[in-house]
């Protein structure tokens, strides 16, 4: 007998591999029943139905030891409207798994939680001059952000890029237990979309994530606006926006703010620059020439690489001359996941 078998990680193994209780049981011969028994705790593992979880899941028999349970997810994603519930958990599953690896590498490294500034929204202070604070906050001087990955790390905020396996989740934030603040962005993403889901998710942590903030206020949209000053200073985008707004003109003006071209449609109409007429006729053309889900692939974006992670890793396996097997058999992985969190690009 194994007394020290974690059911919480019977569970978090499952569902990061997207499996069913069902597809569980049919990969280990057992009955569904017996799967939630096990996940519930009130069935003992033997050593051999541990071997068989760790082969139908893939992960080592160490991770089924790990203490500790899933967090309680203190923030929404930044997703479309309907994802279906399966896609949510796998993903939920493996930012679980990371987080826990970043509780180990902060700690292990005595990192210092980072000192982020907390703005309150509020009648008198919208996200829009939150943004505008924090540049001024953090020396931001430029209108365009060249390299906001980099910005949010020198920061001391850790960004960790995975495939989430769908387009339709983007981005979303955590903290470790130790308060340590964690941004998890889809690398299958396109790089505009992952600059505005970085700097969504920076609004969430300094807006909502240390407050308590009242349940009727959409916490999604103040992101989005903190956003979007961050990434287009009003006063500096205003100057761009002068002419006529056509479909090259955006074009133009994604290569230089590195921020989609619907985006930037919908400052400019945010900005007041649009008639109804005028947005209704330039969403009109995105439909027609099929570019409102993939703009064209002409004018992507190069991506930026959050390196932290990384880094920090790297000194961890030098300070205690681990190599990345041994390291992997210390975070309770197997070396195609750590390649999948750490090292895909």
Not at 7 to 35: S, V, Y
Not at 82 to 99: E, F, G, L, Y
Not at 270 to 298: A, C, M, S, V, W
Request: hydrophobic share 40%; net charge positive.
């Amino acid at each position: 007998m194994t007394p020290a078998i974690n059911p919480n990680m019977i569970l978090l193994a499952r569902e990061a591999r997207g499996l069913t209780q069902t597809e569980l049981a049919d990969k280990l011969q057992l009955h569904k029943a017996n799967i939630s028994r096990l996940e519930n705790g009130d069935t003992p593992v033997t050593e051999k139905i541990l071997v068989a979880i760790a082969d139908a899941t893939g992960f080592p028999p160490q991770f089924f030891l790990q203490p500790g349970g899933p967090i309680p997810v203190n923030l929404s994603y930044r997703k479309r409207q309907q994802v279906p519930a399966k896609i949510i958990s796998a993903i939920d599953a493996h930012i679980n798994i990371i987080r826990r690896h970043v509780q180990f590498i902060t700690r292990a490294l005595q990192h210092q939680v980072p000192a982020l500034p907390v703005y309150e929204v509020t009648e008198e202070q919208s996200p829009a001059q939150i943004a505008s604070l924090l540049r001024k906050k953090w020396n931001i001087t430029v209108p365009i952000i060249d390299d906001l990955c980099k910005l949010i790390e020198q920061k001391g905020i850790i960004i960790c890029s995975f495939d989430f396996g769908t387009e339709r989740v983007d981005s979303r934030t955590m903290l470790t237990d130790d308060q340590y603040p964690v941004i998890f962005l889809n690398s299958s993403s396109l790089a505009d979309k992952q600059r505005f889901s970085l700097a969504f998710e920076l609004g969430h942590l300094i807006m909502h994530t240390f407050c308590v903030v009242p349940h009727q206020r959409d916490i999604n949209h103040e992101a989005n606006l903190f956003a979007a000053e961050l990434l287009m200073p009003a006063k500096d985008i205003r100057k761009d926006l002068t002419e006529a707004i056509t479909l090259p003109l955006l074009g133009e003006l994604k290569r230089k703010w590195k921020i989609s071209m619907i985006a930037l449609l919908y400052r400019a109409d945010d900005l007041g620059l649009l008639t109804p007429n005028q947005k209704r006729y330039l969403l009109q053309q995105f439909n027609e020439q099929h570019i409102r889900r993939r703009e064209p692939p002409q004018l992507d974006i190069q991506k930026e690489h959050p390196q932290l992670v990384q880094h920090l890793l790297a000194g961890f396996m030098s300070k205690t001359k681990l190599d990345t097997p041994q390291l992997c058999t210390l975070l309770a992985i197997e070396p195609g996941d750590y390649k999948k969190y750490y090292h895909h690009h």
